[in-house]
């Protein structure tokens, strides 16, 4: 079965350049105060560099502004709502543009609809995390995406403690979406089926071990325990995927065994040149992957379930990213985390399913094409992998 995915992972390749660096994700806070709303919005700066691509030169925050100026529309009550001047943008820490932009209505901003078309010409996946609040402390947030770029958001109408599950619930989509729209998250499930071979003991434990590596890290970040590099972050999702699709196929372990000595030089080479600054991360994490990449297929203990529980806690951290961006106040952060949880669970599970359907469904094959299927897709996601761990870091 494992042979012929195939097929998916060449949907991959057509779709990956859209992708190559982290998907990107943005939020804003509005503010409702009497008939004027205040909005503070908030992105990375490698997204707004991606707006170059329609030409221009002028700084990163003017683009950010003009960015901003035309990509939202807010109505209250069923009015449109006025912008009070320009958005003013500037560069923030970490990496982050910021803009500021007012409104005054005519209608009830009691119930606010806010449309959010930010980033989706240079990145369709784009999420945009939306948070208004009121006078009273209330709040409310939605996720807008393609497919659905707006949303009514009524925060008096929302419980100052929002119920537990009602939270959960909520943030159940946001998991499996981040999931859906992740293209490196799926190539890593689609390259783990292909790593067990289709093997149903081998695939659960492999996902079990996942589970709980992501689940483990995602919580630790998301409430801030941890504080990951999410430009190491996101290379190193790359390179997960690259490392699994080195054993895809027949003479898995014999290829691994070969390659792993040259890699582990180069990542070597690359620590060396982080120390004096010419390379991106930090040295512990370049000497750690060498060393790793070098003692995997010579002594390192194996199984695909052990993997999988380390490499998730790589990917848990890129899943904490998306929901630190809303800041939820501590006691609905825990049910935020069960709901994303549980939603990146069922987003896992659909991909899993899918790929044994199409596994399954392909079998009838050539044999020839079958025969060179596995190589093949090993050889594509390797690629897809690798690429994303360069692409990600310059």
Known sequence: MRTLLVALVALFCFTASAEA??????LSRWAVEGDRIHVHVEADALDVTRLYAFGGEAPLEA?????????FNVRAGGEPCDAIADPRASIAPAGRVVADWSFTCRGDTSAVEIES???LRVAPS???????????GRSAEAILTEPHPRATLTPSAAPKVQPFGETVMSFLPVGAEHVWTGLDHMAFIL?????????????IFAATGFTLGHTATLGLAAIGAIQPDTLAIEALIGFTIAFLALEIGEGGPARMRAVSGPAAVLLAIAGGASVFGFAPMSPLIWFGLATFVYAYPRGFPRGAALLALIFGLIHGCGFAGALSELELPQPRLLAALL????????????????SLLVGFGLRYAPS????QAAPAAGAALFALGAFWFVSRLV
């Open 191 to 203: 390259a783990l089926v292909l790593f067990t071979a289709g093997r149903w003991r081998e695939l």
């Open 368 to 371: 020839q094409f079958a025969r």
């Open 126 to 136: 784009h999420l945009h995390f939306v948070a208004l609040s009121d006078a009273s």
């Open 339 to 354: 709901g994303f949880n549980l939603g990146v669970e069922f987003g896992q599970l659909t991909v899993i399913a899918g």
């Open 21 to 26: 660096h982290t998907r990107s994700q943005s």
């Open 117 to 119: 078309r930010l980033f």
């Open 63 to 71: 683009v950010f502004a003009e960015e901003v100026a035309h990509s």
